[in-house]
């Protein structure tokens, strides 16, 4: 009988190629200011694709969009929308939508990379 794997997380890490560690951390939708953070998360990160050059909904520019499959439990908390996702590189990305998916062991983010500079 094969044994049951003491931590999941790992033997996933283990056998999907692309699993990094980010930083995630909860921001205040109003002032942009950090309210919580967690690290290192492991991460599934999709593929970036760059939109069209014109903008965004919500007059926002357009840019480049990645998805992130997040551990739930090593967040501590819910990320939102205006959220933020760091890589190990420190490319920040701003949380566009979240859905809950695994039942309730994995957060699927879809975001959108920080321009340089940007603080809120």
Known sequence: MTPFPADIAQDFAAV?????HVTV???????????DSSGPVTCLAGDRVDEDA????GGQA??????FTLVACEVGFEPHERDRVTTSDGVAW????VSVEGGGTLYVCDA????TGAQS
Do not use: C, F, N, Y
């Open 112 to 115: 959108t990379r920080m321009q």
């Open 54 to 57: 014109g903008t965004a909904a």
């Open 62 to 67: 357009a840019g480049e969009k990645s998805g």
């Open 94 to 97: 701003v949380i566009d939508a």
């Open 16 to 20: 999907v190629d692309g699993l990094e």
């Open 25 to 35: 951390s909860r921001h205040d939708p109003d002032t942009g200011e950090e309210l």
